[in-house]
C-alpha cells in the first residue's frame, strides 16, 4: 500500500513528508500543488490504489465490497510546524 500511494503522489506532482500505513488507516502527510482539490487528490489516491491491489489480490474483490470509505480526514499544517505532524505521524507505527 505505501508504495502505491508514493508512486500515486508522485503522478500527482505531490510530495509525501511522512506516511504510516496501519491495517485499518493511513496516516499521510503530504504537499501538493494548489491546482488539485483536495476531493481530487483523495479520489484519485484511493481510485488507483483499490484498483491496483485489486489486480494483484483477486481475492478482494470478493470478500469486501469496497476497500476504501468515502470519508476521510484533512487538515493544515497552519498552526503547528510540520515537524510536528511528521513525529505525530512516526509515532503511530506499532500502534
Avoid at 19 to 39: K, M, S
Wanted: no cysteine.
Amino acid at each position: 500500500m505505501a508504495e502505491l500511494i508514493q508512486v500515486k503522489v508522485a503522478e500527482l506532482d505531490g510530495e509525501i513528508v511522512a506516511l504510516e500505513v496501519q491495517p485499518d488507516h493511513i496516516h499521510l502527510f503530504a504537499g501538493f500543488p494548489p491546482t488539485l482539490a483536495v476531493r481530487q487528490i483523495m479520489h484519485r489516491i484511493k481510485g488507483s490504489t483499490s484498483y491496483m491491489l485489486r489486480q494483484e489480490f483477486p481475492f478482494l474483490k470478493s470478500r469486501l465490497p469496497s476497500l476504501w470509505t468515502r470519508s476521510y480526514y484533512v487538515g493544515t499544517a497552519g498552526n503547528v510546524s510540520a515537524e510536528t505532524i511528521r513525529r505525530y505521524i512516526e509515532a503511530q507505527k506499532g500502534r
